[in-house]
C-alpha cells in the first residue's frame, strides 16, 4: 500500500537557554529537567507511516509536540534528524485565520488563502460559488474578516481547504470550532475526501471527533511517542492516564492539607 506521510526517527530540538548565576558557575549548575514546556527536545524518535486514503490522528497533553510534529509535515519547521516523506499537494488548516487578513472580506480572503495553497486563481475562481456556499456564509462573504466571529472564520478556512485540489490535508484542532450541524457537515465531507483517496493527518483534544474522524493514531508525551495503533484504543488508554493521573493530584493535594 502507497503511503502518503512517511516520519522515520524525527528528531527536533528546542534552543534552549538558561542564564547562570554567579553561585551556579561556581558550584556546577545542575542539569535542567525535562518538562512539558521546556526540555531539550520537542520530538525525539518520532515514526509512522500513513497510507492514501487513510486518517490520521495525533493526540496528547499540551506541550506534548503536536504543533512541532504539524509544522515539520509541513514544512514550515525544519527537522534537526530524521526523515519527513509527504507524497501529494498538502493543505493546512493549522490555526485559526492563518493565512487570512482581517481587513479583507471573505470573498477576497478565500483568494488570498487558495493563493497560499498553491491554487490556480482560475481555480478558485471556478470553486468559489460551493466554497461560500459550504461555509453558509454568502450573506457576510462580503463584509470585512474583522467582523467575522471565530465560529465564522473556522467555517470559511475549512471551507476552503476542503475545495482545494488538496491530496493531504493537516488540520489542528479547528474542528472543535462552530456549532454542531457545522461539524457534522465538515465530518461528512472528510469522510467523501478520503473517499477520493485523500489522506489526513488531525491533531485534536476531542477524543470522540478524533475517535469517529481517524482509523489510527499515535499519543504523543513529552516529544515521544507512547502510544500507537487503532484510534480508539489510544484514545482511551490516553483518557485512563489523564484521570488517573488527575486522581493522584487530587489525593496529594488532599494530603497536603492534613
Given at each position: 500500500m502507497?503511503?502518503?506521510?512517511?516520519?522515520?526517527?524525527?528528531?527536533?530540538?528546542?534552543?534552549?537557554?538558561?542564564?547562570?548565576?554567579?553561585?551556579?558557575l561556581?558550584?556546577?549548575?545542575d542539569?535542567?529537567?525535562?518538562?512539558?514546556?521546556?526540555?531539550?527536545?520537542?520530538?525525539?524518535?518520532v515514526?509512522?507511516?500513513?497510507?492514501?486514503g487513510?486518517?490520521?490522528?495525533?493526540?496528547?497533553?499540551?506541550?506534548?509536540?503536536?504543533?512541532?510534529?504539524?509544522?515539520?509535515?509541513?514544512g514550515?519547521?525544519?527537522?534537526?534528524?530524521?526523515?519527513?516523506?509527504?507524497?501529494?499537494?498538502?493543505a493546512?488548516?493549522?490555526?485559526?485565520?492563518?493565512?487570512?487578513?482581517?481587513?479583507?472580506?471573505?470573498?477576497?480572503?478565500?483568494?488570498?488563502?487558495?493563493?497560499?495553497?498553491?491554487?490556480?486563481?482560475?481555480?478558485?475562481?471556478?470553486?468559489?460559488?460551493n466554497?461560500?456556499?459550504?461555509?453558509?456564509?454568502?450573506?457576510?462573504?462580503?463584509?470585512?474578516?474583522?467582523?467575522?466571529?471565530a465560529?465564522?472564520?473556522a467555517?470559511?478556512?475549512?471551507?476552503?481547504?476542503?475545495?482545494?485540489?488538496?491530496?493531504i490535508?493537516?488540520?489542528?484542532?479547528?474542528?472543535?470550532?462552530?456549532?454542531?450541524?457545522?461539524q457534522?457537515?465538515?465530518?461528512?465531507a472528510?469522510?467523501?475526501?478520503?473517499a477520493?483517496?485523500?489522506t489526513?493527518?488531525?491533531?485534536?483534544?476531542?477524543?470522540?471527533?478524533?475517535?469517529?474522524v481517524?482509523?489510527?493514531?499515535?499519543?504523543l508525551?513529552?516529544?515521544?511517542?507512547?502510544?500507537?495503533?487503532?484510534?480508539?484504543?489510544?484514545?482511551a488508554?490516553?483518557?485512563?492516564?489523564?484521570?488517573?493521573?488527575?486522581?493522584?493530584?487530587?489525593?496529594?493535594?488532599?494530603?497536603?492539607?492534613?
Amino acid at each position: 500500500m502507497t503511503h502518503a506521510v512517511l516520519c522515520e526517527d524525527l528528531w527536533k530540538t528546542y534552543q534552549r537557554h538558561r542564564p547562570l548565576g554567579v553561585k551556579s558557575l561556581l558550584l556546577g549548575a545542575d542539569p535542567p529537567r525535562d518538562t512539558r514546556f521546556a526540555r531539550e527536545w520537542a520530538l525525539a524518535e518520532v515514526g509512522f507511516q500513513v497510507p492514501r486514503g487513510r486518517s490520521f490522528g495525533v493526540i496528547g497533553p499540551n506541550g506534548s509536540g503536536k504543533t512541532t510534529l504539524l509544522s515539520i509535515l509541513l514544512g514550515t519547521v525544519q527537522e534537526d534528524r530524521g526523515r519527513v516523506s509527504l507524497s501529494g499537494r498538502v493543505a493546512p488548516l493549522l490555526e485559526l485565520g492563518a493565512g487570512f487578513h482581517g481587513d479583507l472580506t471573505g470573498r477576497e480572503n478565500v483568494f488570498l488563502f487558495g493563493s497560499i495553497l498553491g491554487v490556480r486563481l482560475a481555480e478558485i475562481r471556478r470553486r468559489f460559488e460551493n466554497i461560500a456556499e459550504f461555509s453558509e456564509l454568502e450573506g457576510a462573504i462580503e463584509q470585512p474578516l474583522r467582523t467575522y466571529s471565530a465560529g465564522m472564520i473556522a467555517r470559511l478556512g475549512f471551507s476552503t481547504i476542503i475545495h482545494s485540489p488538496a491530496d493531504i490535508l493537516l488540520i489542528d484542532e479547528v474542528l472543535a470550532v462552530g456549532d454542531a450541524s457545522f461539524q457534522a457537515k465538515c465530518h461528512r465531507a472528510l469522510r467523501e475526501f478520503r473517499a477520493r483517496g485523500g489522506t489526513l493527518i488531525i491533531v485534536s483534544h476531542n477524543m470522540k471527533e478524533v475517535t469517529e474522524v481517524c482509523d489510527e493514531g499515535i499519543c504523543l508525551d513529552l516529544g515521544r511517542v507512547v502510544d500507537a495503533g487503532p484510534m480508539a484504543g489510544v484514545a482511551a488508554r490516553y483518557q485512563e492516564r489523564m484521570a488517573a493521573a488527575e486522581s493522584g493530584k487530587i489525593k496529594a493535594s488532599a494530603h497536603a492539607y492534613r
